[in-house]
């Protein structure tokens, strides 16, 4: 399938969840069970999306593996995004010196 | 008074531009590992503006999803938007007619939402476009030297550059989660359920794996710990 066709999917269905309550809905949610499912959901998400895939991310178990202990570490200590990530890919690079 | 808007929002957006460079970097070469071109992963992040949406996206382009599967995965890991949406259309400036929310909805984003949402005074169209400007040059910019950098750097580095992304997704889910027992528990059960069905469902695809845990680890959040408007982050 065409990689644009892809692209628009994905465009358009973004577009419209931003667009929609942005220009036409006036009121509040009431439900605190909706708000906390929503409140929820990217957390969630980003979880399930990494886990397990980021052990996978390098091609390689061990390198990933010591990138993401990295990660987690240096996330644990409330380190600005672009130090742990950077410090992971240092971390898996160095662990495939070895590996 | 208009301009004064506008060039408060550029400033306003300068450091999410900044931060944006650094994520984006991350998506253009986990887009060029999966074989998508540099000026695909592009038009990507300037038609998307979005992190987690697209880190999943190029997934199914890579893997060959079918378009339903792509649509879901973006409503899914995009809903939040709509309500972040829906907030700021609470507080809008009467200048904000219905073309200027037709065009400031493209750049609804957790950052750009942050900053608005902590506005005490009504948000102006232009204020918004401000923001939406720096960012989006921060975001595709990033996009496109992070692919290119995966055309031309060794493989090695490629391969270790690989975890940068998943690496910036732990440092936004981990803080919370070391400090809130509630999204611990989220998170924790959508990586538990997430690693059963990779290896034991494996006929599922990543976006439904994405699909199914997500909504069902927030639904058991949202059902053990209702959250009050007051401590809504």
């Known amino acids: ?99 | 008074m208009k301009s004064k808007d506008f060039i408060l929002g550029i400033k306003d957006g300068i450091p999410i531009g900044l931060g944006y460079l650094s994520v984006s970097f991350g998506f253009g070469i986990t887009a060029v590992r999966l074989g998508i071109s540099v000026l695909s992963a592009f038009i990507i992040s300037l038609t998307n503006l979005t992190s987690a949406g697209q880190a999943e996206g190029v997934n199914i382009i890579a893997s060959h999803g079918t378009l339903i599967e792509m649509a879901l995965v973006q409503l899914v890991i995009n809903l939040r938007y709509a309500l972040m949406a829906l907030s700021l259309s609470q507080n809008l400036d009467r200048s904000f007619t219905l073309r200027h929310r037709f065009i400031a909805a493209y750049g609804i984003t957790d950052e750009i939402f942050a900053v608005c949402a902590t506005k005490k005074e009504p948000i102006t169209p232009v204020y918004m476009y401000g923001i939406i400007i720096v960012a989006t040059a921060g975001w595709t910019f990033g996009t496109f030297l992070g692919a290119a950098a995966g055309e031309i750097l060794p493989a090695d580095i490629i391969s270790a550059l690989g975890i940068m992304l998943y690496g910036m997704f732990i440092a936004i889910i981990v803080p919370p989660a070391s400090k809130n027992k509630s999204i611990f528990v989220v998170v924790a059960f959508a990586a538990a359920m997430s690693t059963l069905c990779r290896y034991f469902l494996t006929f599922l695809s990543s976006g439904f794996v994405v699909i199914i845990c997500g909504i069902s680890a927030s639904l058991i959040g949202a059902w053990l710990f209702p959250v009050k408007e007051a401590e809504k982050t």
Do not use: C, E
């Not at chain 1, 931003?18 to 998400?45: D, E, G, N, Q, T």
């Not at chain 1, 991310?57 to 995004?81: C, H, M, W």
């Open chain 1, 1 to 99: 399938m065409s990689i644009a066709l892809y692209i628009i999917v994905m465009a358009g269905v973004t577009y419209l969840i931003r667009m929609l309550p942005f220009a036409f809905f006036r009121k509040k949610i009431k439900s605190v069970f909706l708000r906390s499912f929503l409140h929820y959901i990217p957390y969630a998400v980003l979880s399930a999306m990494t886990i397990p895939a980021i052990f996978y991310s390098t091609g390689n178990f061990i390198t990933a593996a010591a990138g993401s202990v990295t990660a987690l570490v240096l996330a644990y200590f409330d380190l600005p995004l672009i130090v742990v990530a950077i410090a992971a890919s240092a971390a898996a690079f160095g662990a495939g010196i070895f590996f």
